[in-house]
């Protein structure tokens, strides 16, 4: 003891850090890590924002040019008319969600509150392994399957149903469902168990339960799932241009043939030069997609600190 | 014992508070009803018949109720009678099963996975066991507290009412004047009064939110209350007014309270029932008596060394 005092004792104290201690090697690699990501995400938001008003600073035209439903970058009169787009992101990934929540809600409190241990068992992963399918397998199989599906044996209602607003959606609603039901899910699971047996205690049945206390505690949760499932959907390009028909107009009709922001960017970048006004309209499209899901990002933050508080 | 004991027997169902604006003695039935395992053929044959039927029918009974949770036995053979406005305390080591025995009389062992119940549970006389029993009727005639306040996460006001409007309560002034009485007749009202609709239920302290349950609780309209360790997370001013609380309910509701604390079962119980984990590690009845005698005079050594601290 004595002699390890003396070697190392409060004399040891004053002794420089060792080299390696003072550059602290772990921590700025961490840092720099972490600043990385940050510097990456600052920069794409700059170089997309950047691009995204070439088509006025560079190319000349108003602003006023893009806000109009005729598209036509190429015959003249040209016209870079963004609305269909925007129109056709927002309505198929409406009726996506319209018809993804409510399905994803009953998984997720069938999973939560009404399921014997051995069927979680098996919906949990065969929900992951849905995650894990790729967009373009769902495209894929909305091409060759669910397309000629709709044309063939919905053609009794008395309209056509092929390449539409409606198949696109339908294949979206498909792929958003598990984020919606995972997301839900937890929020269910992060109810307290209490209030749940606080709620049967009092002669309340397993519905009035869910219904007047599982859903209103785990609602900023679920609302998250469904803006979630939104910008998913949203963001999503390959399953959709696939069985959506890609029709440049205003979408009138669920049985239409519509266009997004995400497909029409795909299909265009190949055929355009960087630069050139048909080009840069597109990036003015990335940019409001980027708009949208930054909005949709803000309101998960609000949504969440709201819910906090209660 | 005469008629007007079931006059007031039949007048308390129907309208509480008058019974507690009035607690005329002479109308009240005697505390302590020497039932249970104590009982002797004499008591049951005390008085006129039909009198002795009303007086002698405990208000809830077990009859060698067992508890097994897959292949655990948790609860061996438990018989005993709870008479009308009493309370029984259940007290005994950890693992001795009084939660367990307890969350039969209103069925909530049923939301365990794997728990099986056996033997009779009786409230009125009717068996709670049998198929027919309505869960869901019988957790309002059968209310509970829990060992950790839990309030819901809405206002003072909406906690209270929430039991009468899920049976579709609806009526404002009615509901209004519900959730008065509640919150008084669990000392609340006073505290909470200006701020009902407000202030969220979460936002009370820890004792106002067990009084808040306690309310939420007696806004059901329930004969029998079942209390599992109600003050065991609360400081000890807070546990006092719940005491203080549970004695005043004790002129309308028959209530069985677990507890760990023993003091607090012979401040508050009218008879205590001591409960031992055995050889199996099943929890058993060892002893059921009047609270002052179980603490005093105990008939059995395994009592008499867990009340005078000799373990436990």
């Not at chain 2, 019974?19 to 009803?33: C, E, F, G, N, W």
Request: with cysteine.
């Amino acid at each position: 003891m004595a002699v390890v005092g003396e070697a190392a004792g409060l004399a040891g104290l004053h002794v420089r850090p060792a080299l390696r201690d003072r550059l602290d090697l772990p921590r700025r690699v961490v840092f720099l890590a972490a600043a990385s990501m940050v510097a990456i995400v600052f920069v794409l938001l700059g170089f997309i924002a950047w691009q995204g008003v070439q088509l006025f600073v560079q190319n000349g035209y108003p602003i006023g040019s893009v806000i109009s439903t005729t598209w036509s970058p190429q015959d003249a009169p040209i016209s870079f008319g963004v609305l269909p787009f925007v129109a056709g992101t927002i309505g198929v990934t409406g009726v996506a969600v319209l018809i993804s929540a409510p399905l994803s809600i009953g998984l997720a409190l069938f999973l939560s509150e009404v399921a014997p241990r051995w069927a979680r068992a098996v919906v949990q992963p065969a929900l992951e392994i849905f995650v894990g399918i790729p967009s373009v397998v769902w495209g894929w199989l909305g091409l060759t399957i669910l397309v000629p599906f709709l044309r063939t044996n919905l053609n009794g209602l008395g309209f056509t149903l092929g390449f539409s607003w409606f198949a696109g959606s339908l294949v979206l609603s498909i792929m958003i469902l598990p984020t919606i039901t995972t997301i839900t899910y937890d929020a269910f699971r992060a109810v307290p168990q209490d209030l749940r047996t606080g709620s049967l205690a009092l002669g309340t049945t397993r519905w009035q339960t869910i219904r007047h206390i599982l859903l209103p505690a785990a609602r900023a949760g679920t609302l998250t799932a469904i803006v979630l499932g939104l910008t998913r959907a949203a963001g999503e390009a390959l399953a959709v241009q696939m069985v959506i028909g890609n029709r440049p107009t205003m979408p009138t009709s669920l049985t239409q043939p519509m266009t997004t922001l995400t497909s029409q960017i795909t299909l265009d970048m190949g055929n355009t030069v960087f630069g050139a006004p048909d080009n840069n309209v597109l990036w003015t499209m990335g940019l409001i997609l980027l708009a949208i899901s930054m909005i949709a990002v803000l309101l998960i933050r609000k949504l969440n600190r709201s819910g906090g508080r209660r | 014992m005469n008629t007007g004991d079931e006059m007031t027997t039949t007048t308390r169902a129907q309208d509480p508070i008058e019974a507690s604006i009035d607690p005329s003695p002479a109308t009240l039935p005697p505390r302590i009803v020497p039932v249970g395992p104590g009982r002797t053929a004499d008591d049951a044959r005390t008085g006129s018949p039909d009198v002795a039927g009303v007086a002698a029918m405990p208000k809830v009974a077990a009859e060698a109720v067992s508890i097994t949770y897959g292949t655990k036995l948790a609860v061996r053979d438990v018989s005993l009678e709870v008479p009308e406005r009493s309370i029984l305390a259940l007290i005994g080591p950890s693992g001795s099963g009084k939660s367990t025995f307890l969350r039969c009389f209103n069925r909530m062992n049923d939301l365990i996975p794997g728990a099986r119940v056996t033997g009779q549970v009786r409230l009125d006389g009717i068996g709670l066991m049998d198929p027919d029993v309505s869960v869901v009727e019988l957790r309002r005639r059968v209310g509970m507290v829990f060992q950790r306040p839990n309030p819901f996460p809405m206002s003072i006001y909406d906690n209270v009412a929430y039991g009468p409007r899920r049976r579709g309560a609806s009526d404002r002034a009615q509901l209004d004047e519900l959730v008065e009485r509640s919150l008084t007749r669990a000392a609340l009202w006073t505290e909470v009064k200006d701020d009902l609709r407000r202030k969220s239920g979460l936002a009370l302290s820890g004792g106002q939110q067990q009084r808040l349950c306690i309310a939420r609780v007696l806004a059901t309209e329930p004969e029998v209350i079942l209390m599992d360790e109600p003050a065991s997370a609360l400081d000890p001013i807070s546990t006092l007014r719940v005491e203080e609380l549970m004695r005043e309910l004790r002129e309308l509701y028959t209530i069985i309270i677990v507890t760990h604390n023993m003091q607090q079962a012979a401040r508050v119980s009218d008879r205590t029932a001591f409960f031992n984990m055995g050889e199996d590690r099943a929890g058993y009845l060892v002893e059921l008596d009047d609270t002052r005698t179980l603490f005093t005079n105990p008939k059995n050594q395994l009592t008499e060394d867990y009340v005078s601290g000799r373990f436990g």
